[in-house]
């Protein structure tokens, strides 16, 4: 396995972070503050192609492959981590209208989300119902040669502004998932404010009164709604969160060496002293390794090997655990400075604890990495290794 | 290794058992997560080169080794 860059990559790499210093980093503390994220910055993002880049030409995107767009949820994750939700949520629409979508489905909507015409957010959860989709209560009714939707979706990120959602829902008892467009009837949105972390990912309840949607709305067949369309839309917001988290680690340890250089206490420079330095070679090493989890994700993901789901898993989880610490020692090598808002250490240990609670929270990546330990040795003993 | 030694290797990982018959239906035995249709699909995509399609997403083409392999020999047909 290569895990090295092409210049591809390093090019691309370096126009992603170009792009990012630019246009983000410089205002992400007052997207925190203000708690949304600016139309005209969205409208940057869409026109550099980052919305749906992973897509192929023939629907406007970028054909990004999958380390490549790893690269870029790290560098838009180093600077904030809303905008990286934006990317990620979407993009999870954009796959599963890719992977499950009609001919017509796909037609419709890629090359609007590529170009930004429409922004998706991804409705599953609700408030009985987070990490236990099997609970989702929303129901999907066969009505007039459509469907009715009932219920209601929480935590939805983006459903402030979103034009397009991608909801799970009951039918006939079986989960099943459809695209719903927010100007139907019967859609309405009521924004969630005061967030711990991510606090500019304009977070929405998405409520479903009656909402009447035609019958070609619903992607994948019946019944498959979660195992197949919602699964691979987490796989793929799992590899988002994953790089994203990269990123958040790296502004941390970034931060750290620049204040650790300028700052002096006890006649010397915070880094002369041992125990700043032991925080600061945590992160490096946390950071290398997360990076290389990510990577060999990347790369099983590209070859379709069966895998990729696991070892995307498990590299969101190291990464997000990488995220939360190098956050927490950021905050402790900034000490009082880093609780204030003149610093953006504050708001990374925010984001990273989201980062352990979304796209499953990391309780449910320690069980399902137990179960594929298990499973790899039965598999051994059935092979006859 | 056959069409189904090669389903059954996959599968006995996740049932943690070399008991599988071909007609066993994998849903019905229980003790799957909610990866295992993914990876399923991933597999018999790689394993088999073929294409698993939004209408192919029938239980009944992927619940027994004996559904699995007729439903690979089926797209490979094509």
């Given at each position: 396995m290569n895990l090295q860059l092409t210049n591809q990559q390093k090019q691309e790499r370096t126009r992603f972070r170009e792009f990012v210093d630019q246009e983000i980093a410089p205002h992400a503390c007052r997207f925190d503050r203000e708690e949304k994220l600016p139309i005209e910055l969205i409208v940057k993002i869409a026109r550099q192609g980052y919305l749906g880049s992973f897509l192929g030409e023939e629907w406007g995107g970028r054909s990004l492959d999958t380390i490549t767009y790893g690269l870029l949820s790290e560098e838009i994750g180093r600077a904030c981590s809303s905008v990286r939700s934006l990317l990620t949520v979407h993009d999870m629409v954009a796959i599963s209208v890719l992977r499950w979508g009609s001919h017509e489905q796909r037609a419709k909507w890629l090359p609007l989300l590529v170009q930004g015409k429409a922004i998706a957010a991804f409705a599953v959860t609700e408030p009985e119902a987070g990490c236990d989709l099997g609970c989702v209560k929303t129901t999907a009714v066969r009505a007039g040669g459509g469907y009715v939707l009932n219920g209601v979706k929480s935590w939805i990120t983006f459903g402030q502004v979103a034009d397009l959602f991608l909801v799970l829902a009951g039918l006939d008892e079986k989960l099943s998932a459809f695209l719903v467009e927010?100007?139907?009837?019967g859609v309405s949105t009521v924004p969630i404010s005061g967030l711990l972390g991510v606090r500019a990912s304009m977070l929405a309840e998405v409520r479903l009164n009656d909402c009447e949607i035609p019958a070609?709305?619903?992607?994948?067949?019946?019944?498959?709604g979660l195992a197949s369309v919602v699964a691979t839309a987490l796989g793929l917001g799992r590899y988002s969160v994953a790089w994203g988290c990269v990123g958040i680690a790296q502004a941390c340890l970034e931060s750290c060496v620049k204040y650790t250089n300028d700052r002096k206490q006890f006649g010397k420079p915070l880094k002369e002293h041992q125990l700043i330095r032991h925080m600061i070679s945590d992160m490096v090493v946390d950071i290398k390794a997360a990076r290389l989890l990510c990577s060999r994700a990347g790369i099983l993901k590209q070859l379709g090997d069966p895998c990729e789901v696991m070892e995307t898993l498990i590299a969101k989880y190291f990464s997000s655990r990488a995220a939360m610490k190098s956050a927490s020692d950021a905050v402790q090598i900034h000490g009082a400075n880093g609780c204030g808002d003149r610093y953006p250490v504050q708001r990374y240990m925010r984001d990273a604890k989201i980062m352990e609670i979304i796209e499953g929270s990391n309780q449910m990546q320690q069980l399902l990495i137990a179960d594929y330990a298990y499973q790899e040795e039965a598999r051994n003993l059935s092979d006859g290794d | 290794m056959d069409d189904k030694a090669k389903i059954r290797s996959f599968l006995s990982g996740f049932f943690r058992t070399n008991n599988l018959t071909d007609k066993d239906d994998v849903f019905a035995l229980g003790l799957i997560n909610s990866l295992f249709a993914m990876q399923l699909v991933l597999n018999i995509e790689r394993e088999f080169n073929i294409t698993v399609e939004d209408q192919d997403l029938d239980i009944n083409n992927f619940n027994t080794i004996d559904n699995i392999a007729a439903f690979v020999s089926r797209k490979s047909r094509k």
């Open positions: 927010r100007n139907r009837p070609d709305s619903i992607i994948g067949q019946p019944g498959f | -």
